[in-house]
């Protein structure tokens, strides 16, 4: 056998970047954040995101977008690609090209265009990947303050986002054409991520001008993000070269499916987040705050102590994007809104504005004991969406069928002494839910009042009964046969519903029975959600009772 003398182990050499080159941050993880300032995640909310403050609802079932996963996507992605053209005004799906999110989509064009020698011209301040791409390519840099076709003359590509991040601004598509017209040996970059918002799309002039590229994105409008599905619409032989330097299957088979029924039949929150928008500006302009009109899903708040303002707000749980010269808070539900405003002295005051905030019916409450900490947003007039994340899986489950039959939306997150045992969290997060009930409810004037519902679950079967007039009382029988389902104690349940009942100010019965306890604790948070929606339900006449109101 042949002997060979030891090498001294090395690394192989990576090309070089310029020396202006820096890695994308992500946002610190909501458990770094805790604990940093001797916090529990669940107190912590998340205005720095720029996503809807809950995800949308896949319009596909699940396991079928999931039923081919040995097998590679469909390397075209002509469903995609043909949702995507429809979507956008499009004729021809030719002219789409798709990638794992914008992001993706940013560095192909970087790639296709882009190379030592070459100039990337960024109309900043703006989204900073577009510089990261252009650089790992190893091309110049330089940044601008407007669209000029003077300053831009040597430039191989020119990114401009359009509403800007972070500012929100917008420019319209006549000055964006007039610009791509001046350079037709240019390629522009339009990145409409925020488009859905208020912006003016420039997909019209895409026919016209083969040196035009626009990017869109699933992240943003219609709550997606994780799902990394965004694509460019260009003329047909720039969206060519694009595709040929694209990886062969960017996009996985459920992400691609899930992308395509959400682009043929949209289904998304951006009215009710441009109206959270401009309420919040509107609220800090009336502070003293100066604050630029907003076409994106976030406001720009120019600020001189930037940093300073951002880690006293950092150091009450309230998270937002920090600039050099601002702050960038990004909407959530209205009841978090509450309580960022509160915390930068742009809270209501006076009947008339806290008439405002009941009429919003949304009510954001955080609690914290010695053996659980918990955050619950709620929105009654909502979609029935959930995000419930409690670290006991049945009581997500039940909590998330609740809500879906209720129309709320509901935003939780829990922790707690789980290494004992659930009763803790269990009993003090339905108790916070009623807690949220009673707050978005407020004097509960102008509401049915009264709601029942019967739900069958197969062999199991459960009836509600509810009145929000506040006098709380309960009566809740649940027939279980066994101890357990999952994780969850099911004695737990018929207590903490109590406790729910009593928070909110309800009188609530429910009564469920059958032979299989999943199908018993399903039915009766079912059969509460739907009573709940109907007492809910806002009516000309209100509450009415011979004893009055409360």
Same mark, same amino acid.
């Given at each position: 056998?042949?002997?060979?003398?030891?090498?001294?182990?090395?690394?192989?050499?990576?090309?070089?970047?310029?020396?202006?080159?820096?890695?994308?941050?992500?946002?610190?993880?909501?458990?770094?954040?805790?604990?940093?300032?001797?916090?529990?995640?669940?107190?912590?909310?998340?205005?720095?995101?720029?996503?809807?403050?809950?995800?949308?609802?896949?319009?596909?079932?699940?396991?079928?977008?999931?039923?081919?996963?040995?097998?590679?996507?469909?390397?075209?992605?002509?469903?995609?690609?043909?949702?995507?053209?429809?979507?956008?005004?499009?004729?021809?799906?030719?002219?789409?090209?798709?990638?794992?999110?914008?992001?993706?989509?940013?560095?192909?064009?970087?790639?296709?265009?882009?190379?030592?020698?070459?100039?990337?011209?960024?109309?900043?301040?703006?989204?900073?990947?577009?510089?990261?791409?252009?650089?790992?390519?190893?091309?110049?840099?330089?940044?601008?303050?407007?669209?000029?076709?003077?300053?831009?003359?040597?430039?191989?590509?020119?990114?401009?986002?359009?509403?800007?991040?972070?500012?929100?601004?917008?420019?319209?598509?006549?000055?964006?054409?007039?610009?791509?017209?001046?350079?037709?040996?240019?390629?522009?970059?339009?990145?409409?991520?925020?488009? @859905?918002?208020?912006?003016?799309?420039?997909?019209?002039?895409?026919?016209?001008?083969?040196?035009?590229?626009?990017?869109?994105?699933?992240?943003?409008?219609?709550?997606?993000?994780?799902?990394?599905?965004?694509?460019?619409?260009?003329?047909?032989?720039?969206?060519?070269?694009?595709?040929?330097?694209?990886?062969?299957?960017?996009?996985?088979?459920?992400?691609?499916?899930?992308?395509?029924?959400?682009?043929?039949?949209?289904?998304?929150?951006?009215?009710?987040?441009?109206?959270?928008?401009?309420?919040?500006?509107?609220?800090?302009?009336?502070?003293?705050?100066?604050?630029?009109?907003?076409?994106?899903?976030?406001?720009?708040?120019?600020?001189?102590?930037?940093?300073?303002?951002?880690?006293?707000?950092?150091?009450?749980?309230?998270?937002?994007?920090?600039?050099?010269?601002?702050?960038?808070?990004?909407?959530?539900?209205?009841?978090?809104?509450?309580?960022?405003?509160?915390?930068?002295?742009?809270?209501?005051?006076?009947?008339?504005?806290?008439?405002?905030?009941?009429?919003?019916?949304?009510?954001?409450?955080?609690?914290?004991?010695?053996?659980?900490?918990?955050?619950?947003?709620?929105?009654?007039?909502?979609?029935?969406?959930?995000?419930?994340?409690?670290?006991?899986?049945?009581?997500?489950?039940?909590?998330?069928?609740?809500?879906?039959?209720?129309?709320?939306?509901?935003?939780?997150?829990?922790?707690?002494?789980?290494?004992?045992?659930?009763?803790?969290?269990?009993?003090?997060?339905?108790?916070?839910?009623?807690?949220?009930?009673?707050?978005?409810?407020?004097?509960?004037?102008?509401?049915?009042?009264?709601?029942?519902?019967?739900?069958?679950?197969?062999?199991?079967?459960?009836?509600?009964?509810?009145?929000?007039?506040?006098?709380?009382?309960? @009566?809740?029988?649940?027939?279980?046969?066994?101890?357990?389902?999952?994780?969850?104690?099911?004695?737990?349940?018929?207590?903490?519903?109590?406790?729910?009942?009593?928070?909110?100010?309800?009188?609530?019965?429910?009564?469920?029975?059958?032979?299989?306890?999943?199908?018993?604790?399903?039915?009766?948070?079912?059969?509460?959600?739907?009573?709940?929606?109907?007492?809910?339900?806002?009516?000309?006449?209100?509450?009415?009772?011979?004893?009055?109101?409360?």
């Amino acid at each position: 056998m042949m002997s060979m003398d030891p090498v001294t182990p090395g690394a192989p050499t990576p090309r070089e970047t310029p020396p202006a080159f820096a890695p994308y941050r992500w946002a610190t993880p909501l458990a770094d954040i805790a604990a940093r300032h001797g916090l529990q995640p669940a107190q912590i909310l998340r205005f720095d995101g720029n996503v809807p403050p809950l995800p949308g609802v896949p319009q596909i079932p699940l396991s079928e977008s999931f039923a081919r996963l040995n097998e590679y996507p469909e390397g075209s992605y002509r469903e995609l690609r043909e949702a995507a053209a429809a979507y956008a005004g499009v004729a021809d799906p030719e002219c789409i090209v798709v990638g794992a999110g914008a992001d993706d989509l940013i560095a192909i064009i970087a790639r296709t265009y882009l190379a030592k020698g070459r100039r990337s011209m960024i109309v900043a301040p703006t989204y900073p990947v577009y510089r990261i791409a252009s650089l790992v390519e190893n091309a110049s840099i330089a940044e601008i303050g407007t669209l000029d076709a003077v300053q831009c003359r040597a430039a191989a590509v020119v990114w401009l986002c359009n509403p800007n991040n972070p500012t929100g601004e917008k420019l319209s598509p006549a000055e964006i054409a007039s610009f791509a017209r001046a350079l037709p040996d240019t390629l522009l970059v339009v990145d409409e991520a925020y488009v @859905e918002y208020g912006g003016d799309t420039v997909v019209p002039l895409v026919a016209e001008l083969p040196n035009l590229v626009v990017l869109r994105t699933l992240s943003k409008a219609f709550g997606l993000a994780g799902l990394r599905v965004g694509y460019a619409i260009a003329q047909p032989q720039v969206a060519a070269e694009l595709t040929a330097r694209r990886s062969p299957a960017p996009i996985t088979i459920p992400s691609a499916r899930i992308g395509a029924a959400a682009l043929r039949s949209p289904r998304t929150d951006v009215e009710e987040t441009v109206a959270e928008r401009d309420r919040i500006r509107a609220a800090l302009l009336a502070a003293g705050y100066d604050c630029p009109e907003s076409f994106a899903n976030f406001i720009f708040v120019p600020l001189a102590a930037a940093a300073a303002k951002a880690d006293e707000l950092e150091a009450r749980g309230l998270m937002v994007r920090r600039f050099p010269n601002g702050i960038r808070i990004t909407p959530r539900l209205p009841g978090d809104n509450d309580v960022l405003l509160a915390a930068l002295g742009a809270g209501e005051e006076g009947a008339a504005d806290r008439a405002a905030a009941e009429a919003r019916r949304s009510a954001t409450v955080i609690r914290t004991t010695t053996e659980t900490a918990l955050r619950i947003s709620l929105k009654l007039d909502g979609k029935g969406r959930a995000r419930v994340l409690t670290g006991i899986g049945f009581l997500d489950h039940l909590l998330t069928l609740m809500t879906f039959q209720s129309g709320a939306d509901l935003d939780l997150l829990a922790g707690g002494d789980l290494d004992v045992d659930e009763h803790h969290t269990v009993e003090d997060v339905l108790a916070a839910l009623g807690d949220a009930y009673g707050q978005a409810l407020g004097a509960r004037s102008g509401v049915t009042r009264y709601g029942s519902a019967v739900v069958p679950m197969d062999e199991a079967r459960a009836t509600a009964a509810v009145d929000l007039v506040k006098r709380p009382h309960a @009566e809740i029988a649940l027939a279980f046969t066994g101890d357990r389902v999952g994780g969850l104690a099911l004695t737990l349940l018929p207590h903490a519903l109590e406790r729910f009942t009593m928070q909110a100010g309800f009188t609530v019965h429910i009564d469920a029975a059958g032979d299989d306890d999943h199908h018993v604790a399903e039915a009766a948070f079912k059969a509460l959600g739907r009573a709940l929606k109907q007492a809910c339900e806002v009516t000309s006449t209100g509450v009415r009772s011979t004893k009055g109101e409360a």
